[in-house]
């Protein structure tokens, strides 16, 4: 067992059911502890709250004062880790039975036996990947105003709306990028992320990791928290800054966190991503249980219908089929028609010796059309160890971009 478990406490409960069950009190059973359910509205089936929203379940069946208010009932429960090794064992005369439907893939690394963050790295990475991956950070703080901030414990309600409105921006500019639907940004669900994380970060079950450059947050991760786990939620940073690899250093300071504060476990929690498996040190599977009634016929078949149901969908998942749907959906909430064009190539020609053209326009790299200037911008910050403070990025009448540093000046070029 887990504890503390964020999704079972009283808070995650009912604001869940406030957005998706109708303010209803979630629905107790004897048999088991520390869970709660709703009921399907036309089937003796129970769905535990939270739903398919939740990082990680947990329950065990209660032994001491075991009962039978399971009968003639199904109960499916979301996303049980394997890893929280979920204690399973009814009693012999017991019509009560279990399947098991293996789905998403998940990835952790496991920290208790580390003492610093420099363990973890040589553990995980040769050496010339902890040189790449150091050196990202270090130039990336040495090009901007960086500063990092965990909310844990407290926030003004003031900052934290700041926060989660650049939390949507980023969410909404990033994968407007990859031209896939997130779920998370369903008005609805993003609404609940929204009720539900500011009190739980009030009561030390949830946090907001912000990376900002100066006053603006450029990288935000919403995690939740038990006793012994940080389960990462969403995770999402600023696309312009993709040269600094800012994924990375995020994930970099989460784990230096959680090793300073005795955490155990980092979770990434359930879906298979590339960087998963670099960072990971355990993977593990999520399982949905469907718990159901062996003596009724009907609790029988319905608990068949649903596993045979959910392992076809993994099966789909297996073959990339959820990935190939979520890009056909945003292209029919987006229908206008976008022209892909070929990239174009840019070098930058050294210019330090040279006097400044005259008549050059400067422009203003925070302004959404001037996007790709920024990007190369940063590209120049980046290769020239220059800091953004001292940036300014111009344009003449032919359309030719300049980038003058502290000490390096460019002219843009295409090849």
Request: contains cysteine.
């Amino acid at each position: 067992m887990i504890q503390n478990n964020p999704f079972l406490s009283d808070t995650y409960t009912s604001i869940w059911s406030k957005h998706f069950d109708q303010s209803k009190k979630s629905i107790k059973f004897n048999f088991l502890k520390n869970i709660g359910f709703y009921r399907h509205a036309s089937l003796p089936l129970y769905v535990n709250s939270g739903k398919t929203l939740t990082k990680g379940m947990d329950y065990s069946l209660d032994s001491e004062q075991y009962s039978e208010d399971y009968k003639n009932k199904v109960f499916l429960i979301y996303d049980v880790p394997a890893y929280f090794n979920t204690k399973w064992q009814a009693p012999s005369d017991s019509t009560l039975k279990l399947y098991r439907s293996k789905q998403y893939p998940g990835f952790s690394v496991e920290l208790g036996q580390l003492s610093n963050f420099n363990e973890y790295m040589l553990a995980t990475f040769s050496k010339s990947s902890r040189y790449k991956l150091n050196k990202y950070k270090k130039r990336f703080e040495a090009c901007f105003e960086v500063s990092y901030k965990m909310y844990y414990g407290e926030i003004t309600k003031e900052e934290y709306d700041v926060v989660f409105d650049s939390f949507k921006e980023l969410l909404t500019k990033r994968f407007d990028d990859k031209q896939i639907t997130n779920n998370n940004l369903d008005p609805e669900e993003w609404q609940f992320y929204y009720d539900v994380a500011y009190p739980l970060i009030l009561e030390n079950k949830a946090s907001l990791f912000v990376i900002y450059d100066g006053a603006k947050p450029i990288g935000v991760t919403l995690s939740y928290h038990s006793n012994t786990v940080l389960f990462d939620a969403i995770t999402v940073f600023d696309i312009d800054y993709a040269k600094f690899h800012l994924g990375s250093v995020t994930i970099m300071k989460l784990i230096e966190y959680c090793i300073s504060e005795k955490i155990e476990v980092f979770d990434f929690s359930k879906g298979y991503f590339d960087y998963k498996t670099r960072w990971s040190n355990k993977t593990y599977d999520f399982d949905y249980h469907i718990l159901y009634d062996s003596a009724s016929f009907t609790s029988k078949a319905l608990a068949f219908g649903l596993k045979s149901f959910f392992d076809f969908k993994q099966k789909l998942r297996d073959k990339n089929v959820n990935e190939r749907l979520h890009r056909f959906t945003y292209k029919l909430k987006n229908r206008k028609a976008e022209v892909k064009t070929a990239e174009t190539q840019f070098k930058f020609d050294d210019i330090s010796t040279e006097p400044i053209p005259n008549e050059l326009v400067e422009i203003d790299l925070n302004l959404n059309e001037n996007h790709k200037i920024k990007t190369l911008a940063f590209e120049f910050l980046y290769l020239n160890d220059e800091c953004s403070i001292n940036l300014k990025a111009f344009t003449d009448a032919d359309n030719q971009y300049y980038f003058i540093g502290k000490t390096k000046k460019v002219k843009v070029s295409a090849t």
